[in-house]
T-cell receptor
Framework: DAGVIQSPRHEVTEMGQEVTLRCKLISGHNSLFWYRQTMMRGLELLIYFNNNVPIDDSGMPEDRFSAKMPNASFSTLKIQPSEPRDSAVYFC???????????FGQGTRLTVV | SQKIEQNSEALNIQEGKTATLTCNYTNYSPAYLQWYRQDPGRGPVFLLLIRENEKEKRKERLKVTFDTTLKQSLFHITASQPADSATYLCALVGGRSYNTDKLIFGTGTRLQVFP
């Protein structure tokens, strides 16, 4: 397996534009986590899914953020409209169960200008 | 509110010495505690997991302790090498109080090992 795959690796967009980040889970994993990492706040959990169902989205900062799992192997995180303060590295991670080790993707570095 | 605290200042040690990193938490009763390593420009990589009923876990040069009374975990790297230089993150999972599989991370401690 190629591991967790995120795309794009880098995204530069203008304020107000819609941004979609993508994540492909490791085959067979049933837990999916989206994180945002900044120097100031570290690695923050935004939302996590078990078996394609969102379990806890209390970390999603605002209604501008939304996440979906249309199937067991794929997830998207959308920001609409984007703002400069959304600039960060966004990671997704998957695990076989929520309590075992999580495998992270390489991250998407988002810059909103 | 729930907090996971790690030393924000970098830890600088000499090659061959033992590095000890601390993770303290409050308002949590986690079922598991995990440690990850993160290199610049990369995602965190899992190192070790310890359960609430385990006091200590070892893997090669790594040792983790878990004290649920003190609400603290210590992470040791013995015979440290320059290649161990990275940021180390602790993470808490689940717990009876929360009935959840949330994986929450501390802010991490940067370790620098000098030759």
């Amino acid at each position: 397996d190629a591991g967790v795959i995120q795309s794009p690796r880098h995204e530069v967009t203008e304020m107000g534009q819609e941004v979609t980040l993508r994540c492909k889970l490791i085959s067979g994993h049933n837990s999916l986590f989206w994180y945002r990492q900044t120097m100031m706040r570290g690695l923050e959990l935004l939302i996590y899914f078990n078996n394609n169902v969102p379990i806890d989205d209390s970390g999603m900062p605002e209604d501008r953020f939304s996440a979906k799992m249309p199937n067991a192997s794929f997830s998207t995180l959308k920001i609409q409209p984007s703002e400069p303060r959304d600039s960060a590295v966004y990671f997704c991670a998957s695990s076989l169960r929520g309590t075992t080790e999580a495998f992270f993707g390489q991250g998407t570095r988002l810059t909103v200008v | 509110s729930q907090k996971i605290e790690q030393n924000s200042e970098a830890l600088n040690i000499q090659e061959g010495k033992t590095a000890t990193l601390t993770c303290n938490y409050t308002n949590y009763s986690p079922a598991y505690l995990q440690w990850y390593r993160q290199d610049p420009g990369r995602g965190p990589v899992f190192l070790l997991l310890i359960r609430e009923n385990e006091k200590e876990k070892r893997k090669e040069r790594l040792k983790v302790t878990f004290d649920t009374t003190l609400k603290q975990s210590l992470f040791h790297i013995t015979a440290s090498q320059p290649a161990d230089s990275a940021t180390y993150l602790c993470a808490l999972v689940g717990g009876r109080s929360y009935n959840t599989d949330k994986l929450i991370f501390g802010t991490g401690t940067r370790l620098q090992v000098f030759p």
